[in-house]
């Protein structure tokens, strides 16, 4: 995507609110808004936004993972499984 597409001055938006929104719920491309000439804000399809966030959320636990894997603190799948059978059976009983 090229950002050049998608900058308007804040002048537009505020005049053409109903039809940028509109066109950003087709398309689902950001949008640079800018103020005095300058990029300030960048305006966003909900559901873009959404998809985004989740996928930041996702990155996120990779990376956690990778440090955890790192720093050496694994086990085995063997032995993972034999924690939850431990924990399941402890939370059975209590």
Known sequence: MKHSESIKPISYIKSHAADVIEKM???QKPLIITQNGEAK???QDLKRYESEQ?????????AIGQAEI??????SSSQGFKNIRKSIKKNNAA
Not at 54 to 62: F, G, R, S
């Open 25 to 27: 719920n087709i398309d």
């Open 54 to 62: 989740d996928a930041i959320k996702m990155l996120k636990l990779l």
């Open 70 to 75: 790192d720093k050496g603190e694994i086990v």
């Open 41 to 43: 804000v960048i305006l």
